[in-house]
């Protein structure tokens, strides 16, 4: 009996060196595996490491390559008019550059037959906006214009920017002319109450988005509106005017309250320039 024990316990102690072995030749494999990836994650590791430096020593290059607008500026985007939309449309024989400042602030001044209108531009929130105005007023867009439109009902502006708003009197077509491109809005006040303050000047445009032009408006009180529409500035000088034109009140040509300034105002010329 001493002996079919012993073998029995000689085979089992083989089976468990066996398994022992098996385990570690499992565990042995397993670590050189680990290493192997190890090492290859190493070495990705620094390739990659290689690759951003490389990459970032070559950003400028590759901005340039790509388009990217340089520090400091915007890329705009330009949408040509050809008037097919129904409007008139101004050529200007060109469009803003394609990229403009994003910071800094600016002065717009619109001199009108009345005085001098002035308002603070902040670059930085309305920056196409702003490049607009400086080329369009460069070009000399709005020279002879007249403002066209005064709302005194719910709405307080005074409506401005139609190049071919000009001449004594007024005309059914005065408020659709604009510029040969139009711009996407910026500067939207979603969160501010009321959306548009007394003294905000704003751009004008159509329901259908991306429509922004030459067209302003001068907010000459309080006024509630949907945030649809450009912030551009604040005036700083001669609100007067506007609230001159405001109490002498509209024609009523669109409705009460909605028409034409009895108060004729005509832009003689505008300037934007750094604050």
């Given at each position: 009996?001493?002996?079919?024990?012993?073998?029995?316990?000689?085979?089992?102690?083989?089976?468990?060196?066996?398994?022992?072995?098996?385990?570690?030749?499992?565990?042995?494999?397993?670590?050189?595996?680990?290493?192997?990836?190890?090492?290859?994650?190493?070495?990705?590791?620094?390739?990659?490491?290689?690759?951003?430096?490389?990459?970032?020593?070559?950003?400028?290059?590759?901005?340039?390559?790509?388009?990217?607008?340089?520090?400091?500026?915007?890329?705009c985007n330009w949408i040509p008019?050809?008037?097919?939309?129904?409007?008139?449309?101004?050529?200007?024989?060109?469009?803003?550059?394609?990229?403009?400042?994003?910071?800094?602030?600016?002065?717009?001044?619109?001199?009108?037959?009345?005085?001098?209108?002035?308002?603070?531009?902040?670059?930085?929130?309305?920056?196409?906006?702003?490049?607009?105005?400086?080329?369009?007023?460069?070009?000399?867009?709005?020279?002879?214009?007249?403002?066209?439109?005064?709302?005194?009902?719910?709405?307080?502006?005074?409506?401005?920017?139609?190049?071919?708003?000009?001449?004594?009197?007024?005309?059914?077509?005065?408020?659709?002319?604009?510029?040969?491109?139009?711009?996407?809005?910026?500067?939207?006040?979603?969160?501010?109450?009321?959306?548009?303050?007394?003294?905000?000047?704003?751009?004008?445009?159509?329901?259908?988005?991306?429509?922004?032009?030459?067209?302003?408006?001068?907010?000459?009180?309080?006024?509630?509106?949907?945030?649809?529409?450009?912030?551009?500035?604040?005036?700083?000088?001669?609100?007067?005017?506007?609230?001159?034109?405001?109490?002498?009140?509209?024609?009523?040509?669109?409705?009460?309250?909605?028409?034409?300034?009895?108060?004729?105002?005509?832009?003689?010329?505008?300037?934007?320039?750094?604050a």
């Amino acid at each position: 009996m001493s002996s079919i024990k012993d073998r029995q316990r000689a085979a089992a102690r083989a089976r468990l060196e066996k398994e022992m072995a098996e385990r570690s030749a499992a565990a042995k494999k397993r670590r050189q595996r680990q290493a192997i990836i190890g090492s290859a994650l190493a070495v990705v590791a620094i390739a990659g490491a290689a690759v951003w430096v490389i990459a970032a020593l070559g950003d400028d290059d590759k901005s340039t390559e790509a388009g990217a607008p340089p520090p400091g500026t915007v890329a705009c985007n330009w949408i040509p008019d050809d008037g097919s939309g129904g409007g008139k449309v101004k050529d200007t024989g060109g469009v803003p550059p394609a990229n403009v400042p994003n910071t800094g602030e600016a002065t717009l001044t619109i001199d009108t037959s009345l005085g001098a209108v002035k308002a603070a531009v902040d670059l930085s929130k309305a920056p196409c906006t702003g490049a607009a105005f400086k080329y369009l007023a460069d070009k000399k867009f709005w020279d002879g214009s007249k403002c066209h439109r005064l709302t005194t009902e719910g709405i307080k502006v005074l409506q401005c920017g139609d190049p071919s708003a000009s001449g004594k009197g007024y005309r059914e077509t005065d408020g659709q002319g604009g510029p040969n491109f139009k711009y996407p809005e910026e500067n939207l006040p979603v969160n501010a109450k009321p959306p548009y303050p007394k003294g905000t000047i704003a751009m004008a445009k159509t329901a259908a988005p991306s429509t922004t032009g030459s067209q302003f408006f001068i907010v000459y009180a309080d006024t509630e509106l949907g945030p649809d529409y450009t912030v551009l500035g604040t005036v700083t000088q001669g609100l007067d005017i506007v609230e001159g034109v405001a109490k002498a009140g509209s024609d009523n040509s669109n409705g009460q309250g909605d028409g034409h300034p009895k108060k004729e105002i005509d832009i003689k010329t505008m300037t934007m320039a750094a604050a």
